[in-house]
């Protein structure tokens, strides 16, 4: 009788666990957010660690998001975001819709990140003749992932990862636009700080800035993301971390 019960017992468990195969429940795909520390050295460097709180199966890689915005004011210390207003009013309203995210580490955040950072027109970040996402690859967890802009006139900002650096470069939209100048560098030039180049034919990855002034700087948001391929092959993302607001220096 009491082998009868347990057989019923272990019929019913496997039963219930094929049910729950059944619904896809093993299959749910999740990224935990980069959960590494951000060491931020003026408005010049950012330091992250690319440690995440979790493991999945479904990580493929990190990405970089960025959005360029022009400024008639220069700031030499590390930025905060009471600053932003004061940099550009487009910045402070895309910090603002990211913080709630930002501030989340919930794991169901998924597609709706791609379509958010599309809709306010940060892009991926790339480098010069090699693919980022070779760089950023899972095997890069644990790894010390630094962006340097240094404030050198001509010296050109760099990811920094095993101690190589690769010339960072924007984006094209996967050629969607073609941004100018056509090196692509994350430098401060007439070019870039120009409004009449703020399109999403030219320079979709920039924001204009409102009225006039002598002289433009600008200045470059970052934000990063887990990102992966769920069962069915779309790409999903973990909640964005933020990694600095930093300076564009100038072209020589």
């Excluded at 950012?46 to 990190?62: C, E, K, P, Q, R």
């Excluded at 790894?143 to 340097?148: M, S």
Aim: hydrophobic share 40%; glycine share 6%; with cysteine.
């Amino acid at each position: 009788m009491r082998r009868s019960s347990y057989s019923l017992f272990c019929g019913l468990l496997l039963f219930l666990l094929q049910g729950l195969s059944s619904c896809g429940i093993e299959d749910y795909a999740f990224l935990y957010p980069v959960s590494g520390r951000v060491n931020v050295e003026f408005n010049s460097k950012a330091t992250i660690i690319l440690s995440m709180a979790g493991v999945s199966s479904y990580f493929t890689h990190f990405t970089i998001y960025y959005r360029i915005y022009i400024s008639a004011v220069s700031l030499s210390g590390s930025i905060g975001p009471g600053d932003l207003s004061t940099l550009n009013s487009t910045l402070a309203n895309d910090y603002g819709a990211f913080l709630p995210y930002t501030s989340n580490t919930d794991t169901t955040i998924s597609t709706s990140i791609g379509s958010l950072f599309r809709n306010r027109n940060y892009y991926a970040l790339t480098v010069e003749g090699t693919n980022i996402e070779d760089i950023l690859s899972s095997n890069s967890q644990n790894k010390t992932l630094t962006l340097d802009f240094i404030q050198v006139s001509g010296t050109i900002p760099v990811l920094r990862m095993d101690n190589t650096d690769y010339k960072l470069q924007r984006s094209t939209g996967n050629g969607l636009f073609s941004p100018v100048p056509q090196d692509r560098y994350f430098f401060n030039t007439l070019e870039l700080n120009s409004n009449a180049n703020v399109s999403s034919s030219i320079n979709a990855d920039v924001a204009a800035l409102s009225g006039t002034a002598d002289v433009r700087y600008t200045y470059v948001a970052l934000y990063i993301v887990a990102t992966g391929i769920d069962p069915n092959f779309s790409p999903i993302y973990s909640a964005p971390t933020f990694i600095a607001i930093l300076r564009l220096p100038d072209q020589a």
